[in-house]
């Protein structure tokens, strides 16, 4: 399978917890993004980064949320001290940044249910 | 103000019709835009892409930009049950707009 790979499909952890998401991307795709999309709403982009560098990250982003990609090939990305509205889908997706040509490959994604 | 506006919808439309999906967006900078569709349940995958003014057409897809006015739209010709979903409008890559869902009736 070479497509990205998402782990785990599903997580239910109780309020206060953390958790960890990993995004594996195609292997030859230097960008890779995390995105979260609740029902009825397109993705909501958190943040992306080009090999190892965090380019971007939303500046409606909590603190609590941090992303690594450490050797620029997989990522990981926690959500400290969860809470019931961090309930969602997080996405990732991965592409060849090739200027304004980017095509995003999407991950099957991550279902997040806080209780 | 969001990045990128869509229309929610739903939008249903007969099938054999033209549907028509618009999106604006925010950023006059903006220079790629895209179109992702997404069925229920699923993530997202690019129907097309486009970054210059005018129409670009690919089979029964054809994008409109128009960057004076900073509109997008997307035209489905021949609308077939199988293209009921949402979809999304993409500005410079990776802002998304919130999709708007189409249903195709038979």
């Known amino acids: 399978d070479t497509g990205v790979s998402q782990d785990p499909r599903h997580k239910i952890t109780k309020r206060g917890q953390n958790v960890t998401f990993r995004c594996d991307p195609i292997?030859?795709?230097?960008?890779l993004y995390w995105y979260r999309q609740t029902l009825g709403q397109g993705p909501e982009f958190l943040t992306y980064?080009?090999?190892?560098?965090?380019?971007?990250k939303s500046r409606l982003l909590s603190d609590r949320f941090s992303a690594e990609r450490p050797k620029g090939s997989f990522s990981t990305l926690e959500i400290q001290r969860t809470e019931q509205g961090d309930s969602a889908m997080y996405l990732c997706?991965?592409?060849?940044?090739?200027?304004?040509?980017?095509?995003?490959?999407f991950g099957s994604g991550t279902q997040l249910s806080v209780l | 103000q969001k990045e990128v506006e869509q229309n929610s919808g739903p939008l249903s439309v007969p099938e054999g019709a033209i549907a028509s999906l618009n999106c604006t967006y925010s950023?006059?900078?903006?220079?790629?835009f895209f179109w992702y569709r997404q069925y229920s349940g699923k993530s997202p995958e690019l129907i097309m892409s486009?970054?210059?003014?005018g129409d670009k057409e690919d089979g029964r897809f054809t994008a409109q930009l128009n960057k004076a006015s900073q509109y997008v739209s997307l035209l489905i010709r021949d609308s077939q049950p199988s293209d009921s979903a949402t979809y999304l409008c993409?500005?410079?890559?990776?802002?998304f707009g919130s999709g708007t869902k189409l249903n195709v009736k038979p």
């Open positions: 997706a991965s592409s060849w940044e090739t200027g304004a040509n980017e095509k995003l490959f």
């Open positions: 292997s030859e795709h230097n960008r």
């Open positions: 980064f080009q090999n190892e560098a965090q380019l971007e």
């Open positions: 950023d006059r900078g903006s220079q790629s």
């Open positions: 486009i970054y210059s003014n």
């Open positions: 993409a500005v410079k890559g990776f802002y």
